[in-house]
């Protein structure tokens, strides 16, 4: 599987809102599970919504998984009002998606560093 085909982003209305799936060989998790990391202290430090109680900021988490083949890194909310903060306003305050969007590309070239095959 070519890396154009094996990493995309999703749209969800599960628990998680958001998730990348990328297929890759076992022993690379942890680099997946190294940049899901950074990308949710970004998440944490760039989310444009104000702070009354740091509940949402203090709320966001991810989570790597293997589901087959597949890589799964799920960045969600554990506020109940996190489906708001990310839909309201068309999406104006959202730091799910962009989060994602900025940090895949990353995985794909720390792989490709770390010996990567995605033939």
Do not use: C
């Not at 790597?64 to 996190?82: A, P, Q």
């Amino acid at each position: 599987m070519g890396l154009g085909s094996g990493l995309f982003i999703r749209n969800s209305l599960r628990s998680g809102l958001a998730h990348a799936e990328v297929a890759f060989p076992h022993h690379l998790e942890e680099e997946v599970l190294n940049t899901a990391t950074e990308a949710l202290a970004f998440a944490k430090e760039n989310a444009s919504w104000s702070d009354r109680t740091g509940d949402a900021r203090a709320g966001l988490d991810v989570d790597v998984r293997w589901e087959g083949k597949e890589i799964v890194w799920e960045m969600y909310h554990t506020v109940e009002y996190g489906l708001y903060l990310e839909t309201m306003q068309n999406g104006k305050y959202s730091v799910i998606m962009p989060t994602l969007e900025l940090f895949a590309p990353e995985v794909g070239r720390g792989l490709r560093e770390t010996g990567g095959n995605f033939d």
